[in-house]
């Protein structure tokens, strides 16, 4: 990949001073999956990545290891809309096993990749499941700081990269300005 196809900005050290904006960041999402159907949400928690994306019109996996979650998303789901109700699976974000290859045009994870073991792994099987042509939607955090705290806000932006770079996408849309302290990626999978 030529290196100008990435472009990013390590963000300037120092606490967190911006809240997270999950509603803003799941506008993104919706607007990268456009026309990408049906659509996968790793990590999917209670649901509402989910919801926005079947209100659009997709057809959608949320995916969760979490039962707790899972039934919080099957109430939610259940309340109404004339949309396609959403399919909910209890997996493993970093196996997906219950998946098939190359079964979904986008694959979304928002704030799940630092709370596996393997980050890694967890790509690697998103990537899996997207099928040729089909869009990789990453939200994640960056580190701010000495006193990031837990393990997800030490995982530096070129830890990021190396893992997304090695998954051999046909494109990698970073955003990671330097006053930002969210990062959100979009990566194209080759056709075939």
């Known amino acids: 990949m030529p290196r100008s196809s990435v472009a990013a900005a390590i963000p300037d050290a120092g606490i967190r001073t911006k809240p997270l904006d999950e509603p803003a960041i799941r506008r993104w999402m919706v607007r990268q999956a456009a026309g990408a159907d049906p659509a996968l949400d790793v990590?999917?928690?209670?649901?509402?990545?989910?919801?926005?994306?079947?209100?659009?019109?997709?057809?959608?996996?949320?995916?969760?290891r979490d039962p707790t979650q899972l039934a919080a998303a099957r109430q939610r789901s259940a309340q109404g809309g004339s949309y396609t109700r959403p399919q909910w699976l209890q997996d493993d974000g970093e196996v997906l096993r219950l998946l098939a290859d190359g079964s979904f045009g986008a694959v979304t994870l928002v704030f799940v990749l630092h709370h596996l073991v393997d980050p890694g792994a967890g790509l690697?099987?998103?990537?899996?499941?997207?099928?040729?042509?089909?869009?990789?939607?990453?939200?994640?955090m960056l580190p701010k700081g000495p006193e990031a705290g837990d393990r997800c806000h030490r995982i530096g932006l070129e830890r990021w990269l190396a893992w997304f770079i090695a998954l051999q996408p046909v494109?990698?849309?970073?955003?990671?300005?330097?006053?930002?302290?969210?990062?959100?990626?979009?990566?194209g999978k080759p056709r075939g």
Request: some cysteine; overall charge negative.
């Open 124 to 140: 690697r099987a998103a990537w899996r499941v997207l099928r040729p042509g089909g869009r990789l939607l990453v939200a994640e």
């Open 43 to 64: 990590g999917c928690g209670a649901g509402e990545l989910c919801l926005e994306l079947a209100r659009q019109g997709h057809h959608v996996t949320g995916v969760d």
């Open 171 to 187: 494109e990698v849309r970073l955003l990671a300005p330097a006053d930002e302290e969210w990062l959100l990626v979009r990566l």
